[in-house]
């Protein structure tokens, strides 16, 4: 599992240099009723690349720090594909694999 926490760990921050080199990164924070959402990805309430940013790393980089076991699935690509759609391809598409391999990699901890 050590492995598997060591690859995520850089999953996460190629996803953190991914978002910045887009410009998608933000200094702060979506306001406090942002993180109350009880969407998936607080979709009514944050942009993706937000959740991302302020919800999923963050709750990722918890998990490895604290070596708590994974969630069993994660499936977060679709949702890039379809927040991302208008994007050009070259715009989104190292991200979206990104996103894939971590799915890939949590996921097959069922």
Request: hydrophobic fraction near 35%; charge should be negative; aromatic fraction near 10%.
């Amino acid at each position: 599992m050590k492995d598997d926490y060591q690859k995520l760990s850089r999953y996460l921050q190629r996803l953190e240099n991914e978002l910045q080199q887009l410009g998608w990164w933000s200094d702060l924070p979506p306001d406090s009723e942002a993180f109350e959402s009880t969407a998936p990805f607080c979709y009514d309430r944050m942009t993706l690349d937000q959740w991302l940013q302020w919800v999923f790393i963050p709750s990722f980089q918890a998990i490895i720090d604290a070596d708590k076991p994974l969630p069993e699935k994660c499936a977060i690509t679709p949702m890039g594909e379809i927040s991302w759609r208008e994007e050009s391809p070259e715009t989104v598409t190292a991200l979206i694999s990104l996103m894939h391999d971590i799915d890939s990699l949590v996921s097959r901890h069922e």
